[in-house]
């Protein structure tokens, strides 16, 4: 079963700083978590993406679970290191303390298998799992699928979606049931003139031109 985490506001933890660390971290950057990386030297991206102040890191060899004492609130702990030994002791010291554990090549002790995921833009995550049984093909499959998505969803799909969450904050006190927001928003949705506007990076004039309509006592229709 494939299960999108909330790890929002969450501390998580990667071990590890090579090519499968990288991934791990790119996943999660959209989830307004806070990363931990935990190694001893990290690749040029990670060092980017730790002087962007989007990450945290910790420069420690980790021979063991033992260094997962000096850290509290961990809800998710992932080993990535590219030594299988060294990812099993801390998938055990990880459990023994109560926190959701992966191995990037042990499924087996993992509380759960982990998904090849395409982020686009840090707006949409497309997963992609064989259930643990294929990691390799998992990978394969999602470079074969990245560039189609990549074509398929478009500038104005990614935009309609940060409308869609600034247009749901708006209109909590405006529209008091749960079917009105949705009629509200899938008319948003279908808008003509909204895509067109969207299409010309215009999500300031979108979002003005949407709450237009109940201004104008007008929330539902197509």
């Keep these: 079963m494939i299960v999108d985490l909330n790890l929002r506001g969450k501390r998580v933890l990667v071990v590890g700083a090579g090519h499968e660390a990288e ?4 996943g999660l950057l959209s989830q307004g978590c ?5 190694a001893g030297d990290l690749s040029e991206r990670l060092q980017a993406l730790w002087l962007e102040g989007r990450i945290k890191v910790k420069k420690v ?6 260094f997962l004492d000096y850290f509290d609130r961990l809800t998710l702990v992932m080993a990535v290191t590219d030594d299988r030994e060294v990812n099993r002791k801390i998938v055990e010291a990880a459990k023994k303390r109560g926190i959701y554990t992966y191995a990037a090549d042990d499924p087996a002790v993992s509380d759960f298998s ?16 064989t259930g643990g049984m294929s990691p390799l093909m998992a990978r394969t499959l999602r470079e074969k699928a990245e560039k189609i998505f990549k074509d398929m969803i478009r500038k104005e799909d990614l935009l309609q979606i940060e409308l869609q969450d600034r247009l749901r904050g708006e209109i909590k006190g405006l529209l008091p049931s749960p079917e009105e927001r949705k009629k509200f928003l899938v ?9 067109d506007l969207l299409a010309e990076n215009r999500l300031d004039d979108a979002a003005t031109f949407a709450l237009g309509w109940l201004k104008n006592g007008a929330s539902g229709g197509a």
């Design 23 to 26: 991934r791990k971290v790119e």
């Design 34 to 38: 806070e990363i931990m990386v935990v």
């Design 61 to 66: 060899v980790v021979r063991s679970g033992g």
């Design 114 to 129: 982990h998904p090849a995921v395409i982020n686009l833009h840090d707006k949409v995550q497309i997963a992609i799992s």
């Design 187 to 195: 008319r948003v949705v279908r808008s003509d003139e909204i895509r």
